[in-house]
């Protein structure tokens, strides 16, 4: 029996959805599969879930991939004893992404690990371990209530604060929407469907980037460097008081590194730009190494107002891809620079030393 002529057409569309779905599934599943050899998981690479006490977002406690490890505390790392075991040396690295480090090869690249070691290697004999509290998108007041509920409960004796790029990202966000700037909506928000299709993420950062390549320089917001950051510093200054009044013996700021420098040529600059363009696109070049500057310089007002060590030379690691991954993000190279930027301070710091011995004499009056 031969079917009819609307049949037919019910019976192609059917199809035409059945060979959609299935390419779809087939592309999802290849997708998946090469998250699978480069990263060791079938889905996200980073996963999170929401603290139930400060209501932040944090790394899922025991995620694992090959390159990635979360404790059972949600810090990218080795587990934590606590309490503190008596006579050890902890540090406590607070930031955002760039101290998080999803982008190195693994835990073992990571600056703050790296920072662990390095200290190790000075005192064989000394207890050092560390808590990594970076977590992407935090800014300094996300990073002061994270200190204050998660990481001085684990009594750390040394805190190390690196933060920049999200504070000033927030700050030119709200001026661009107040200002009526259209592109600060192009960097796209997780999508609902983005959560549950690693394929549909992929495609919406890449729809993302290219409206952003496209329409980045049409609509351009003017900063005035000196007008912002006033929370930021308060913020720094905050994390540093909260440190004190709970023990903390050396608090340490340490000035933001980025990828872009002035000089470059636009080729140079447009790899530079490249993460910061998809969250700031209503910035020129020159907007954000102003910016930069000026949120260094508050770095460097905090540490001299409220005693903290200083970790400066932020343009020491070189602005280049074999450092950066992206505008910020540190390659295994450039976490490797960072680590001894900050271990030189900290050992060439009177304070620090003191603390050392007076870990050591513990340890020996203990033994």
């Known amino acids: ?32 599969v090469r998250q699978y050899i480069n990263w060791g998981t079938f889905s996200a690479v980073n996963t999170f879930h929401t603290h139930e006490v400060t209501g932040l977002r944090i790394p899922t406690p025991g995620m694992k991939t090959r390159s990635i490890e979360i404790n059972s505390l949600g810090f990218r790392g080795p587990e934590i004893n606590s309490p503190k075991p008596s006579g050890s040396l902890r540090i406590a690295f607070i930031g955002a992404s760039t101290t998080y480090c999803a982008e190195v090869s693994g835990n073992d690249q990571v600056w703050t690990d790296q920072v662990s070691r390095s200290l190790k290697s000075m005192w064989p004999d000394l207890s050092v371990d560390y808590i990594n509290a970076g977590v992407g998108g935090y800014t300094a007041e996300d990073s002061l209530v994270n200190l204050d509920v998660r990481v001085l409960p684990l009594e750390p004796d040394v805190i190390v604060i690196y933060h920049g790029t999200n504070d000033i990202s927030a700050d030119t966000r709200t001026l661009a929407e107040r200002a009526g700037i259209k592109s600060v909506n192009l960097a796209l928000e997780e999508s609902w469907l983005s959560k549950y299709s690693l394929l549909w993420m992929l ?32 913020n720094l200054r905050l994390m540093v008081q909260s440190a004190r009044e709970r023990g903390v013996s050396v608090v340490a700021l340490a000035t933001f590194s980025t990828h872009l420098r002035p000089g ?4 140079q600059r447009d790899k530079a730009m ?23 310089q508050i770095i460097r007002e905090v540490a001299k107002e409220t005693g903290a060590l200083l970790i400066g030379n932020a343009d020491g690691i070189p602005g280049d891809p074999v450092h950066f991954n992206d505008s910020v993000h540190f390659t295994d190279a450039g976490s490797k620079a960072q680590a001894d930027r900050v271990a ?21 009056s203990v033994d």
């Open 1 to 32: 029996m031969s079917l009819s002529e609307k049949s037919k057409i019910i019976l192609s569309y059917v199809i035409v959805a059945v060979v959609t779905l299935a390419l779809i599934l087939a592309a999802e599943a290849i997708v998946r």
């Open 203 to 234: 495609v919406e950062k890449n729809l993302s980037l290219m409206t952003l390549e496209n329409t980045a320089d049409a609509e351009l917001l003017e900063v005035k460097p000196d007008n912002l950051g006033s929370e930021f510093r308060e």
């Open 264 to 267: 470059m040529t636009a080729e």
């Open 274 to 296: 490249v993460s910061s363009r998809y969250y700031m696109p209503y910035l020129s070049a020159d907007s954000l190494l102003a910016l930069f500057n000026r949120y260094n």
């Open 344 to 364: 030189k301070v900290l050992l060439e710091s009177s304070r620090f030393l003191d603390l050392v011995d007076s870990k050591l004499s513990k340890k020996i």
